[in-house]
């Protein structure tokens, strides 16, 4: 089959799946359709650098939603080698976690030392945060590789045994403000969730009193009414805190 280089032949071959969210039954009907797969590995190896980073992130996504079906793709005629070939051209671009995942031992032969973590953001993140998160992460020894989604609200990490949950979130709480979950999939299948709280600082309005006699500047003291609740109980006090404010004003 010719090499597709165009981003309308890439359109027109995976249309009826980009638009709408992808359920684990259509990703597994996606992946069982050999020649549509080989021919979207054509693209990739013979199209220009945006139309395969694109390709790779749509079998990226339909590896995430097909679950264990994903290994399916590791029996595709010349997967191995396309992929293999793709990680070389276009690493510095795009990580594909979860399309690792699926090649044989002799292919990838840290597959089963290895574990796959998900953080899902509470929100976008900014490009700021990406990239020193991404930054922060792939200098952690035993982390292999490192993807977020185009909105910026996942990120796909492979790891090493090595690699704790708790070096995962400190680096998560020391470059993005808001909350996330971490998903760590170990080898055996068994998952682990934990939950990383925001780290933006809530600002509340304090609340003031009135004073009648200053008007020229606003009718508000210096002091909270929180803290005079706390601080000056008694009446007495409280005279004696207005008439000390009078001799001011």
Same mark, same amino acid.
């Given at each position: ?39 979207? @590995?054509?693209?990739? $190896? !013979?199209?220009? =650098? ?5 390709? /790779?992130?749509?079998? +990226?996504? %339909? ?73 922060? @992460?792939?200098?952690? $020894? !035993?982390?292999? =590789? ?5 909105? /910026?609200?996942?990120? +796909?990490? %492979? ?88 001799? /001011?004003?």
């Amino acid at each position: 089959m010719a090499n597709v280089a165009t981003m309308e032949n890439f359109l027109d071959v995976i249309s009826d799946y980009f638009d709408q969210d992808i359920s684990k039954e259509k990703a597994l009907v996606f992946i069982k359709d050999i020649e549509l797969i080989q021919y979207i @590995l054509n693209i990739c $190896n !013979g199209a220009d =650098s945006e139309v395969a980073i694109r390709c /790779l992130r749509f079998l +990226n996504e %339909i590896a995430e939603a097909a679950g264990d079906g994903r290994l399916l793709l590791g029996k595709i005629n010349g997967f191995a080698v396309a992929l293999k070939e793709m990680k070389n051209r276009h690493s510095s671009s795009i990580g594909i976690c979860l399309l690792c995942d699926v090649l044989c031992k002799r292919c990838c032969p840290y597959k089963k030392k290895t574990r796959l973590a998900k953080i899902i953001f509470e929100n976008p993140l900014y490009d700021e945060e990406e990239e020193k998160l991404k930054l922060e @992460l792939l200098h952690i $020894n !035993g982390i292999i =590789s490192v993807a977020f989604n185009e909105a /910026l609200t996942v990120c +796909n990490i %492979i790891l090493r045994r090595n690699v704790s949950a708790e070096t995962i979130k400190n680096a998560i709480q020391k470059n993005v403000l808001c909350a996330a979950d971490l998903k760590i999939t170990h080898s055996d299948g068994e998952l682990e969730f934990f939950a990383i709280k925001s780290n933006e600082i809530e600002f509340s309005t304090p609340k003031y009193l009135e004073s009648p006699e200053r008007t020229e500047a606003g009718p508000y003291a210096v002091i909270s009414k929180d803290c005079l609740n706390k601080n000056h109980n008694s009446e007495g006090l409280l005279t004696g805190f207005f008439s000390f404010c009078r001799t /001011l004003w």
